[in-house]
């Protein structure tokens, strides 16, 4: 089946410094990729949809030059934290859509990130 | 935009049983219902999903059915099993396009 390959899994980086996570997808062209965020026991919330070679579309109150989306390869999406804080700790979870299957949709691992 | 409601947030059942998960949606236009396990500390996983075209579908022990006039769907699991243990996530999407997430349930088998 279909794999996305989230990385990494876990960060801890202090207050104040930039952090990237990557999303790639194994063995399929993923047309789209979507940056979700999860705080512990609730939803997944949308952060952000991205379409290869074009900007990525933020939803409302993420923003998008805290959260620095680049999706410049077919296989390869990119999100940076930047001058993260505290507050940014949560988990992010990753998914790429094939752009062969209206409805292959697969989720990447998900990375814990920690600010202190 | 899409609302999907899901109950209940949290659901124990004695290994063996069955358990049902229930969602609601608001958007008559979704078509697409799939169903996401997630275990902690992980991505989720797909364990099935449905298509507006069907009413039901099953994979060995996990069903979901689909009730377009009253816009709700639910996962059936029987037969748990201690690691049916999880978080499942119900879902609403417009032909794969954005989805839209339910809040989650945490299903607890008791051995």
């Known amino acids: 089946g279909a794999v996305v390959s989230q990385h990494p899994s876990w960060v801890i980086c202090k207050s104040g410094t930039s952090v990237k996570i990557e999303c790639r997808s194994l063995?399929?062209?993923?047309?789209?990729m979507f940056w979700y965020r999860q705080f512990p026991k609730q939803s997944l919330m949308l952060m952000a949809t991205?379409?290869?070679?074009?900007?990525?579309?933020?939803e409302q109150g993420v923003e998008k030059d805290k959260f620095l989306i680049n999706h410049a390869s077919l296989t390869l999406s990119t999100l940076t934290v930047t001058s993260a804080h505290p507050e940014d700790s949560s988990f992010y979870i990753c998914s790429a859509r094939d752009g062969a299957d209206t409805y292959g949709y697969t989720f990447g691992s998900g990375t814990r990130l920690t600010v202190v | 935009g899409e609302n999907v409601e899901q109950h209940p947030s949290t659901l124990s059942v004695q290994e063996g049983d069955s358990a049902v998960i229930k969602c609601t949606y608001s958007?008559?236009?979704?078509?697409?219902f799939p169903w996401y396990k997630q275990e902690l500390g992980k991505g989720p996983q797909l364990i099935i999903d449905i298509r507006s075209n069907v009413g039901e579908k099953k994979d060995q022990r996990i069903a979901v059915t689909l009730n377009k006039t009253a816009k709700h769907f639910s996962l059936h699991i029987t037969e748990t099993q201690p690691e049916d243990s999880a978080v499942y996530f119900c879902?609403?999407?417009?032909?794969?396009?954005?989805?839209?997430f339910g809040t989650g349930t945490s299903l607890t088998v008791i051995p």
């Open positions: 958007d008559s236009a979704s078509n697409y």
């Open positions: 063995d399929f062209q993923a047309t789209t």
């Open positions: 879902a609403a999407s417009f032909t794969g396009n954005q989805f839209y």
């Open positions: 991205s379409n290869e070679g074009s900007k990525a579309t933020y």
